[in-house]
């Protein structure tokens, strides 16, 4: 299962690992949703579906872990700078 809830001393990380599908947005929004404190690990991740991008962007979860595919790492590295420029504009 590409997302996976992975708890251990240090806390719980949501773990998005292989190919994350549109199909798996619900699932990856309602984990976030009830439980927002959770660290994003994304080491695993090959391939990101758009749909997951976009809830990652919406929910803003603290991401532990980059994407190894150089490609889905430089985008969600764009969204955190945004994020960033967002929070200190003003």
Do not use: Y
């Not at 309602?30 to 391939?47: F, G, Q, R, V």
């Not at 809830?55 to 994407?67: E, F, N, Q």
């Amino acid at each position: 299962m590409p997302v996976n809830l992975v708890e251990n001393e240090a806390g719980a990380t949501l773990l998005l690992e292989g190919i994350v599908t549109a199909e798996e947005t619900d699932q990856f929004m309602t984990c976030l949703k009830e439980h927002p404190e959770l660290a994003l690990d994304m080491s695993a991740c090959e391939h990101l579906h758009t749909a997951v991008l976009q809830a990652i962007i919406v929910l803003r979860p603290h991401i532990s872990a980059m994407p190894a595919d150089p490609f889905w790492s430089r985008c969600i590295q764009i969204e955190k700078e945004n994020m960033d420029e967002n929070n200190t504009a003003g």
